[in-house]
């Protein structure tokens, strides 16, 4: 049986290694620390997710981010201070250890999630890799009982936080690290909204 988690303890088993299932403000997600590679390993193999698909990274602040060394350009603190928290991937330059931590080349996909359960985890977590809880190419788990239904079988899956139905929209992703912005994909943000402040 899948154990629910408080914030303290899914705090706890990030800190040692284990993979757990987690709320954002879109949909529930499968987060592991980036201080453990192994737990990162693991969240893949979990997802069934391909190694060159890289993982995005949730942050609690800016200051999370800039810790790792990424670029954080012009272009990046207007976003930031626009659409974070909130529905908005921004992807940027990171050094190459990093990058390959989560399946990057040189590049990852950074969020702050909007949403306060979530936001006091990482305060207290730091960085963490994350991906929708499902399997690769199926449909967002929305609950934590969905959840606990999909992998309470996986002995390397550790529990997951309960913070109720989540629907959001998906989360609109925006590469800074080439020459010109691109979207990557269009969600709650759409491409109009993007140009306005960017170009």
Partial sequence: ??????????????AGGAVIGLPTDTVYGLAASL?????IDTLFRLKQRPTSVALPVLIEGVEQALALGVAWPTAARQLAARYWPGPLTIIVAVPEALAT?????????????DDPLVLSVLRQSGP???TSANLHGEPPCTSAHDVASRF?????????????ERRGDVSSVVDLSLAHWELKREGAITRAELAALLD
């Fill in 1 to 14: 049986m899948t154990t629910t988690l408080t914030p303290d303890e899914a705090v706890e088993r990030l």
């Fill in 35 to 39: 201080a453990h590679p192994e737990a």
């Fill in 101 to 113: 931590l989560v399946g990057a080349t040189s590049s990852i996909g950074f969020r702050i999630p």
């Fill in 128 to 130: 963490l890799a994350v």
């Fill in 152 to 164: 309470s079988a996986e002995p390397n899956f550790s529990g997951v936080l309960d913070g109720g």
